[in-house]
């Protein structure tokens, strides 16, 4: 019962009562298996009932005289928080004079429950734990990543486009791979003689290879469908299995076992969901595997498996337990030399990625960094040494300005040291609206024409926020986010000053990248509440959603008179299309990845085709003549994403997000326990 009372009044204090449900609580509480079916378990509903009672039973005896009371509301597992300015003073306490009974015994264990919990209020922001102190181990210019320690801890492997190793101690890396490709993630087999890594192959196919640590060389073992981002590697602790994931038929990615000798893959289990694995980690001792899932884009947490041989020698895998409830993005895992502790690198305290230790059987997580010039992600802890490795990211995304016209060169318009992008102007053209991370939560603001007197008028403390866009009176700003189960959709006033309200949906609709019509009447965006992208609209006060495409759609804008809708499929999917008729007006890959917006004769879009990590042109498409120009080109590398351009209403200018300082080094901390 004590667990169940400090695991829900720790989630709450921590802002995570989305998570204090029925079938996440049997999990975590009383070590129920992963999709128990909480109608024929009662267990949580039962003990809710017997802690609801003793803690109104704390109140009305031995909690009568206390300031301070945790109370259960009937109907859920979200605790409440009462602090009494009116509780009678305490009566002189009698003098026992026979053995308590056992009820005396729970009357007296009750306060103490209650005064950890008010503890945890008072104290768990006044004596935070000092973060980890580290210090650079790599410093060349561009990437450094995944690090990776040699079994004794004296080396670590690392990719900066090809793999490199570089003892503890030594001023110089020595690079082992000489290919052309880009390679990427380095593991050391158990006796430290061998590297397997990834090899990019083609778009979306990574061929997997295992060479000699000294250089002597390499084989080509298999390879999997899967892009550098998700697809993690380690090697079993008994050298014989690699373990990486492979992305199926339905474009998920699942865990695979591979043979190290062999080559030989094989699905490590069968999976009942619709979600992604990734980034699989081995504890110590071999004897589990924690990994990655991802329901979502933005929603993903920690899970552990047991692992080991059957009789015949093939290996099993158990049931997945969860370990952590943030329904964040992670970036990367790796256990403790204790096998107590996983280190994360997790959003769960912002948008910024930083590293938590998560107890492995289940617990309160630690935050361990506090980078304030970047986020670490990838960490990495050695076998023996007692260090700790992980990759400081640092990314300058900023809005700049460009004239339509092309007679003056860009200028940055919207700046700081982190993510400003998606720029959207208002319909007068005094205002800008933009998506920032400049306070730590990825929130909407709001400037001036000339990016001037910024202000935060919508945030939603750490959930992963889309473009905004504006009302045609400029009074609203639409955009969508990301919760943990669900893509919904918010109306925030553009001052600021009242908090922004839930849009209209039905639940599971998965709304995205919403935008006004002409008259301000309805919404688009796109959803996939038919198991497929597609636009919609909805009128803004409510009322039923109208599908609006068939084969495809995802984000759109109607023109300025209302006949028409452009709208693009996605990222991935080359084109802007038009409404009525679904037909295809600009063939261009480029534009719905990097960015476009239509103005009042044409598109205006991003075409960054010849190379992504070059400054990109920005090119006007005249829907009339079907021809385009260059109108300018950004002086970095452009933002990704189909909503990082703007046009203002008279089409003097464009506004653009563009990458101005990218890169990431490799940070080691020593005496790390």
Not at 1 to 23: A, H, W
Not at 125 to 148: C, K, L, M, N
Not at 637 to 655: H, Q
């Given at each position: 019962?004590?667990?169940?009372?400090?695991?829900?009044?720790?989630?709450?204090?921590?802002?995570?009562?989305?998570?204090?449900?029925?079938?996440v609580i049997g999990v975590q509480v009383f070590d129920r298996e992963i999709g128990y079916d909480p109608k024929t378990d009662s267990i949580v509903r039962v003990e809710a009932r017997r802690l609801r009672n003793k803690l109104h039973e704390y109140q009305r005896e031995g909690g009568a005289h206390s300031r301070f009371w945790i109370t259960l509301p009937k109907g859920g597992y979200v605790p409440e928080f009462v602090w009494r300015e009116d509780a009678p003073p305490p009566e002189p306490a009698p003098v026992p004079r026979s053995r308590p009974s056992p009820k005396i015994a729970v009357l007296v264990v009750a306060p103490i429950v209650c005064a950890a919990a008010l503890w945890l209020i008072l104290?768990?922001?006044?004596?935070?734990?000092?973060?980890?102190?580290?210090?650079?181990?790599?410093?060349?210019?561009?990437?450094?990543?995944?690090?990776?320690?040699?079994?004794?801890?004296?080396?670590?492997?690392?990719?900066?486009?090809?793999?490199?190793?570089?003892?503890?101690?030594?001023?110089?890396?020595?690079?082992?791979?000489?290919?052309?490709?880009?390679?990427?993630?380095?593991?050391?087999?158990?006796?430290?003689?061998?590297?397997?890594?990834?090899?990019?192959?083609?778009?979306?196919?990574?061929?997997?290879?295992?060479?000699?640590?000294?250089?002597?060389?390499?084989?080509?073992?298999?390879?999997?469908?899967?892009?550098?981002?998700?697809?993690?590697?380690?090697?079993?602790?008994?050298?014989?299995?690699?373990?990486?994931?492979?992305?199926?038929?339905?474009?998920?990615?699942?865990?695979?076992?591979?043979?190290?000798?062999?080559?030989?893959?094989?699905?490590?289990?069968?999976?009942?969901?619709?979600?992604?694995?990734?980034?699989?980690?081995?504890?110590?001792?071999?004897?589990?595997?924690?990994?990655?899932?991802?329901?979502?884009?933005?929603?993903?947490?920690?899970?552990?498996?047991?692992?080991?041989?059957?009789?015949?020698?093939?290996?099993?895998?158990?049931?997945?337990?969860?370990?952590?409830?943030?329904?964040?993005?992670?970036?990367?895992?790796?256990?403790?030399?204790?096998?107590?502790?996983?280190?994360?690198?997790?959003?769960?305290?912002?948008?910024?990625?930083?590293?938590?230790?998560?107890?492995?059987?289940?617990?309160?997580?630690?935050?361990?960094?506090?980078?304030?010039?970047?986020?670490?992600?990838?960490?990495?802890?050695?076998?023996?040494?007692?260090?700790?490795?992980?990759?400081?990211?640092?990314?300058?995304?900023?809005?700049?300005?460009?004239?339509?016209?092309?007679?003056?060169?860009?200028?940055?318009?919207?700046?700081?040291?982190?993510?400003?992008?998606?720029?959207?102007?208002?319909?007068?053209?005094?205002?800008?609206?933009?998506?920032?991370?400049?306070?730590?939560?990825?929130?909407?603001?709001?400037?001036?024409?000339?990016?001037?007197?910024?202000?935060?008028?919508?945030?939603?403390?750490?959930?992963?926020?889309?473009?905004?866009?504006?009302?045609?009176?400029?009074?609203?700003?639409?955009?969508?986010?990301?919760?943990?189960?669900?893509?919904?959709?918010?109306?925030?006033?553009?001052?600021?000053?009242?908090?922004?309200?839930?849009?209209?949906?039905?639940?599971?609709?998965?709304?995205?990248?919403?935008?006004?019509?002409?008259?301000?009447?309805y919404l688009y965006f796109g959803s996939r509440r038919t198991g497929r992208w597609e636009l919609w609209k909805q009128p803004v006060d409510g009322g039923r959603a109208e599908q609006l495409t068939t084969l495809g759609g995802f984000s759109g804008f109607e023109s300025a008179d209302g006949k028409s809708v452009y709208y693009s499929k996605g990222p991935g999917v080359p084109g802007i299309y038009k409404l009525p008729g679904e037909e295809k007006v600009l063939d261009s890959a480029s534009a719905p990845r990097w960015g476009w917006f239509p103005g009042r004769k044409g598109i205006y879009f991003v075409d960054a085709a010849s190379n992504e990590e070059l400054p990109a042109e920005l090119r006007y498409?005249?829907?009339?003549?079907?021809?385009?120009?260059?109108?300018?080109?950004?002086?970095?590398?452009?933002?990704?994403?189909?909503?990082?351009?703007?046009?203002?209403?008279?089409?003097?200018?464009?506004?653009?997000?563009?990458?101005?300082?990218?890169?990431?080094?490799?940070?080691?901390?020593?005496?790390?326990?």
């Open positions: 019962m004590q667990r169940f009372l400090r695991f829900i009044v720790e989630r709450t204090l921590d802002g995570e009562e989305d998570c204090l449900k029925e079938s104290s768990r922001d006044s004596q935070p734990a000092a973060p980890i102190q580290g210090r650079h181990f790599t410093s060349r210019p561009g990437y450094e990543v995944t690090p990776a320690f040699s079994p004794d801890g004296q080396t670590i492997a690392f990719a900066a486009g090809a793999i490199y190793l570089q003892r503890i101690g030594a001023d110089q890396a020595v690079r082992l791979t000489h290919s052309n490709a880009t390679e990427i993630e380095p593991v050391w087999s158990g006796d430290g003689r061998h590297i397997a890594f990834f090899r990019q192959e083609s778009a979306g196919m990574l061929g997997i290879y295992i060479a000699s640590a000294d250089g002597s060389g390499e084989r080509r073992i298999n390879s999997i469908r899967s892009t550098p981002a998700p697809a993690r590697m380690d090697w079993s602790r008994d050298g014989r299995f690699l373990v990486t994931v492979d992305r199926d038929e339905t474009s998920a990615t699942r865990l695979v076992l591979i043979s190290a000798d062999t080559g030989d893959k094989r699905k490590l289990m069968e999976p009942n969901d619709s979600g992604s694995q990734a980034c699989p980690r081995f504890s110590p001792d071999g004897s589990r595997l924690a990994f990655v899932r991802t329901l979502r884009n933005t929603v993903e947490d920690v899970y552990v498996l047991s692992f080991g041989y059957d009789r015949r020698g093939m290996a099993v895998a158990g049931s997945p337990r969860r370990i952590s409830f943030d329904n964040r993005n992670v970036y990367g895992i790796a256990w403790t030399r204790d096998g107590k502790s996983i280190i994360a690198a997790s959003r769960r305290g912002g948008t910024l990625y930083q590293l938590w230790r998560f107890p492995a059987s289940g617990g309160t997580p630690v935050k361990l960094t506090a980078a304030s010039d970047g986020e670490a992600i990838q960490p990495a802890v050695s076998p023996q040494g007692g260090r700790l490795a992980y990759v400081l990211r640092f990314t300058d995304m900023n809005i700049w300005r460009s004239a339509v016209d092309g007679q003056s060169a860009p200028q940055p318009l919207i700046a700081s040291t982190v993510y400003e992008t998606d720029p959207q102007y208002s319909p007068d053209g005094k205002r800008i609206a933009f998506r920032s991370d400049r306070s730590g939560n990825g929130a909407i603001w709001v400037s001036d024409a000339e990016g001037q007197g910024a202000i935060r008028v919508a945030d939603l403390k750490g959930l992963a926020i889309g473009r905004p866009c504006w009302s045609p009176d400029g009074q609203w700003l639409a955009f969508n986010a990301e919760t943990a189960d669900d893509a919904v959709i918010y109306l925030a006033p553009a001052d600021g000053r009242s908090p922004p309200r839930l849009f209209p949906a039905a639940p599971g609709s998965e709304n995205v990248l919403p935008a006004f019509s002409h008259d301000g009447r498409f005249d829907l009339e003549t079907k021809t385009s120009r260059v109108i300018g080109k950004s002086t970095g590398k452009p933002a990704v994403g189909g909503t990082s351009i703007t046009v203002s209403p008279d089409e003097r200018w464009i506004a653009f997000a563009q990458v101005d300082r990218a890169g990431s080094d490799i940070i080691l901390v020593e005496n790390f326990h």
